[in-house]
């Protein structure tokens, strides 16, 4: 039953950390998308990281928890060359 309450619990706080809309979590995001390969995936990254701001900046915290959750899944991508 432990067991089970540990994986119900895990994708919560993964998601939770990812969609930290706060400055401290945007720095982390940052510099994550930062330390990708060049490619495609950063340059999207990059471009949900902006809008993730815009949202933020715009007291959407649910459109800037979107985003910021879209980018962190760019950065455990693949790289794509442009």
Partial sequence: ???IAVLAASP???KSKAGNC???GI???DAA???MAD??????AMQEMTSAKS???QKDMAGCSMHMNKAMKMTAMKP???
Wanted: no cysteine; charged share 30%.
């Fill in 1 to 3: 039953m432990i067991a």
């Fill in 12 to 14: 919560v706080s993964a």
């Fill in 22 to 24: 706060s400055d401290d």
């Fill in 27 to 29: 720095a982390k995001a």
């Fill in 33 to 35: 998308v930062i330390k």
């Fill in 39 to 44: 490619g495609e995936n950063k340059t999207m």
């Fill in 55 to 57: 949202s933020m900046s």
């Fill in 80 to 82: 794509k060359k442009m």
